[in-house]
C-alpha cells in the first residue's frame, strides 16, 4: 500500500453517489480532500456490502427523502486500509486494516458517558449524514476504526457492522440451550439464524414469506422454518415447543402481523429484541401479552460500542458461522445498481462490493 505524503491535498475517485431526488444511484467521478480533521484517518476501501438502508436510499422512499441532503456518497458497509493520519490519532495507525462503527457519537451525552454509545442523542451515521464508503476512498473519525487481523478474509471485514446488530440483537438475552425464533430472514434476520446456533441455542425457528431466504435459513441451520402466507405461525411454533413458546424472539422484519403475532408465541417471561422498524402502528394486548405475561421487551439500536465487536470478532474466530453462505453475491462498485435491484427482489443474502481503481491526481 502507498501512503500519501503531506503535499497531496486531492485524490480522485469513483464514487456511488445519490444526487437526484428519485429511484436510482449516479456513478461518477469526484475529488475527495485529503485534509484531514485531527482525529480523523483516510481509509482505501478495499470490500464494501450493500445493507437495506442503501436500498432504502436507492428507492428514494419517504424516509430518505425526509432524511437525506443531496448530493451524498452513500455507504456505510467496509473494511480498509488507512492510508493517511491526523496528527492527534493516536488508537491505530498507517496500515491497519479496519471495518467501521458506523454511528458517529458525541462521545459527551450522558448516554455516551455512561457507556451506551449506540443511543447517543446526536448520532450521525456514516453514508446517511456523512458521505460513505461507496468509493475508493472514505474519511472517517479515528474513533470510529475497529482494527481487524490482516490475515482474515476481506468479505467477512465487511460485513461484520450488519453481524453486529444480529449479535446485538440475538444476544441480549440468554440464548443458550433456550428456543428461539427468528422473524425476517433478510441479510441480519439470517445472520440472526447463524448467530443463534452458533451461540448454542437448543431449537431455532425461521419465519420468513421469501421462499430464496427460507431455503437459506435452513441450510445454515435453522431447525425448522416457516412461511406466514401458508402456515398459522402461532398454531405452529406452539406445536414445535410442546405448547410453551419460544424464549426468545429475534424480530428483524418490521412487518406489523408478525410483530403483533408473536406475543402470542413468546413464553411467559421470555425476550423480545427488536431491531425492525414497523411503518404501521403496533396494536398488542398489553395487559395479556405484556404485563400478566412478564415479558421483557428490548429495542435494538445499532451496536454496542464496542461491546458487540468484541463478541462479532471472536463468533468469526470461532469458525461457527457460515458467512461464506450468507454472502451470495458480489460485483464491481460501478454495478451498484444492478446490486441495488437484486436487493429489492429480495432473492440474496448479504451482497459484497468491490471498488475499482483509479489513477489519483
Known sequence: MTYLNETTEFLETMAVVKDKPERGFSWVKKQISTRLEPNEVLIKV?????????????????????????????????SGEIIKIGKEVTRVKLGDVVSAETHIICGTCEFCLRGEGHICKNTKIIGVDTDGCFASYVKIPEANCFVNDKSMNMHHLSVQEPLGNAVHTMTHFDIYDKTVAVLGCGPIGIMGVDVAKAMGANLVIAIEVNDYRRNL????????TINPLTEDVIARVLELTNGAGVDVIGEFSGNKTAIEQCFKYLKPGGGLSMLGIPSKTIEIDFGMDVVFKGINIYGVVGRRIYGTWVKVKELIHSGKLHLDKIITHEFPLSEINTAAEIMGERNCGKIILIPEEIDHV
Open 217 to 224: 435459513a435452513s441450510e445454515i441451520g435453522a431447525d425448522y
Open 46 to 78: 478495499l470490500t464494501a456490502s450493500f445493507c437495506g438502508t442503501d436500498y432504502h436510499i436507492y428507492s428514494w422512499d419517504e424516509w430518505s427523502q425526509k432524511r437525506l441532503k443531496l448530493p451524498l456518497t452513500v455507504g456505510h458497509e467496509f
